[in-house]
């Protein structure tokens, strides 16, 4: 009898072990669909792993037929080189309408444009820390008095930084329509570019409703010393202005000549190898990417990426290899794209995508122009995973679980760990202009966690039930 015991004793020790582990298995299982080892469904085709981690911008705008629009998180979202959600910032945790532009620092950190109502905000993340180096929301007043302010920037498309001290805006807020320079050193516009002092070449007659969205001016770059180039959507028109004699010094296409773009995005300035420039551009209600090159003094289309189920294309940048990151606002997705049109790395971006780019190569650092590679020519996009508005919707849910509103740090990052957050080549991060609290809330996960992602009550649990089994039947056996 007392050997059957012990057998008994034994098949419940199993028992007890086996129930442990099952409990730790489904404890994680929420961590494992959000580290990549479920199937993420905001992966779409995957024939190579991107070079490092992908940053997007979500502008947070959902539309559904029959239900009309509502509104999600605005968000910024890294993605790893296969896909894997690696951090993420919500904007709209803490008040933001709107984000927009995303730009990858030499110093590691991350610069985001984003909006609240009526004010643009710029501010410097660290994602090895998830936390702001600084912060800035430009509402700048009249004091009592209404009207227009110089230093209150109400609806900033893109902020760059061009050095130590300066942020170039392009501010399309009503009655604004401007490039400016704001000097955060002492904190004032240095420097300003009025499209309502240019109506010779912008006028009032043109672009949009002039009291109202007249330019919507919604990209500004530095394409070189003193020399900012500007997107100006609803003239169909891309110009560079220089600092110091404000003048026009190159323009692309004109106000509803839509062969040269019709409401564009996101501009990226590119030189041939002979120093011909070239600009490539997200041609948005054109359903393309299209790439106009100079030669001879006339605009020649030089590449063209149609079909494939483009919709309304926000961002197309020429990376170092010859691909082009395309940001496809309608089509939901984010793409890396051959220049043969073949799709070969994708990730779902619900809701309205707005900015990509490759962190650890910097800012739009351009690549080859199609006159270079020899790829001048229309293409058509292929492989593209496509997608239905099932897969769509799954992969907002798990945007919205990845980046909650509860509270934490600037970014919130995989499992809750801070490891992996920065870029894989730059220097060490600054640290000047303090760590003031933006409040905006992270995705670490629970506090009650274990270090190997199974929740600690799950594992109390478990061992308690191991430790009663154990003990009863010890108990058995001694009566025996």
């Known amino acids: 009898?007392?050997?059957?015991?012990?057998?008994?004793?034994?098949?419940?020790?199993?028992?007890?072990?086996?129930?442990?582990?099952?409990?730790?298995?489904?404890?994680?299982?929420?961590?494992?669909?959000?580290?990549?080892?479920?199937?993420?469904?905001?992966?779409?085709?995957?024939?190579?792993?991107?070079?490092?981690?992908?940053?997007?911008?979500?502008?947070?705008?959902?539309?559904?037929?029959?239900?009309?629009?509502?509104?999600?998180?605005?968000?910024?979202?890294?993605?790893?080189?296969?896909?894997?959600?690696?951090?993420?910032?919500?904007?709209?945790?803490?008040?933001?309408?709107?984000?927009?532009?995303?730009?990858?620092?030499?110093?590691?950190?991350?610069?985001?444009?984003?909006?609240?109502?009526?004010?643009?905000?710029?501010?410097?993340?660290?994602?090895?820390?998830?936390?702001?180096?600084?912060?800035?929301?430009?509402?700048?007043?009249?004091?009592?008095?209404?009207?227009?302010?110089?230093?209150?920037?109400?609806?900033?498309?893109?902020?760059?930084?061009?050095?130590?001290?300066?942020?170039?805006?392009?501010?399309?807020?009503?009655?604004?329509?401007?490039?400016?320079?704001?000097?955060?050193?002492?904190?004032?516009?240095?420097?300003?570019?009025?499209?309502?002092n240019h109506t010779d070449e912008f006028p009032k007659s043109g672009g949009g409703p002039y009291e109202q969205d007249w330019t919507h001016v919604n990209d500004v770059d530095k394409v070189g010393p003193g020399k900012y180039m500007a997107s100006v959507r609803n003239f169909d028109r891309v110009v560079v202005v220089d600092r110091e004699s404000k003048a026009i010094e190159l323009s692309l296409g004109s106000d509803d000549d839509y062969r040269f773009m019709n409401e564009q995005h996101n501009p990226q300035y590119l030189e041939t190898e002979s120093g011909e420039p070239t600009i490539l551009i997200a041609d948005s209600l054109n359903d393309r990417v299209v790439e106009w090159t100079r030669?001879?003094?006339?605009?020649?289309?030089?590449?063209?990426?149609?079909?494939?189920?483009?919709?309304?294309?926000?961002?197309?940048?020429?990376?170092?290899?010859?691909?082009?990151?395309?940001?496809?606002?309608?089509?939901?997705?984010?793409?890396?794209?051959?220049?043969?049109?073949?799709?070969?790395?994708?990730?779902?971006?619900?809701?309205?995508?707005?900015?990509?780019?490759?962190a650890r190569i910097g800012d739009e650092p351009g690549g080859p122009t199609s006159v270079d590679m020899g790829t001048d020519e229309s293409v058509e996009l292929t492989n593209s995973a496509g997608y239905d508005t099932e897969r769509i919707e799954a992969c907002g849910q798990a945007l919205r679980e990845f980046a909650p509103s509860g509270s934490g740090g600037v970014l919130g990052f995989l499992g809750g760990s801070e490891e992996g957050g920065g870029f894989d080549y730059q220097g060490p991060n600054s640290t000047d202009g303090g760590n003031e609290d933006d409040g905006f809330d992270g995705t670490d996960t629970s506090p009650t966690e274990s270090s190997s992602g199974v929740p600690t009550s799950l594992m109390v649990v478990g061992l308690i039930v191991l430790l009663v089994v154990v003990a009863g039947s010890v108990l058995l056996v001694r009566r025996e």
């Open 1 to 196: 009898m007392r050997g059957e015991v012990r057998r008994f004793a034994a098949a419940v020790c199993c028992l007890a072990l086996a129930l442990t582990g099952s409990l730790a298995y489904a404890g994680t299982t929420g961590v494992a669909a959000q580290s990549g080892d479920a199937p993420n469904p905001c992966v779409g085709t995957m024939e190579q792993p991107a070079d490092g981690t992908t940053l997007v911008s979500i502008q947070g705008v959902r539309f559904v037929e029959g239900e009309g629009f509502t509104k999600p998180p605005g968000m910024m979202v890294a993605f790893g080189p296969e896909g894997e959600f690696q951090y993420a910032f919500n904007g709209s945790a803490r008040g933001r309408w709107w984000v927009y532009d995303v730009d990858p620092l030499p110093n590691g950190n991350i610069l985001l444009a984003s909006t609240e109502p009526g004010v643009s905000v710029a501010q410097e993340i660290d994602p090895s820390t998830g936390e702001n180096v600084w912060l800035k929301r430009f509402d700048g007043h009249n004091g009592g008095e209404s009207g227009f302010h110089p230093e209150n920037v109400t609806d900033a498309h893109d902020i760059d930084i061009i050095n130590d001290e300066e942020l170039l805006i392009a501010d399309k807020g009503t009655g604004h329509h401007r490039l400016l320079i704001y000097n955060r050193t002492i904190e004032s516009v240095t420097w300003e570019w009025r499209f309502a």
């Open 295 to 358: 030669q001879d003094g006339e605009w020649v289309m030089t590449w063209e990426l149609v079909g494939g189920g483009l919709d309304e294309p926000r961002d197309a940048d020429r990376l170092p290899n010859g691909n082009t990151l395309v940001v496809d606002r309608k089509g939901h997705r984010t793409m890396e794209v051959a220049p043969n049109g073949t799709v070969v790395w994708e990730v779902y971006t619900p809701w309205q995508p707005y900015d990509a780019e490759r």
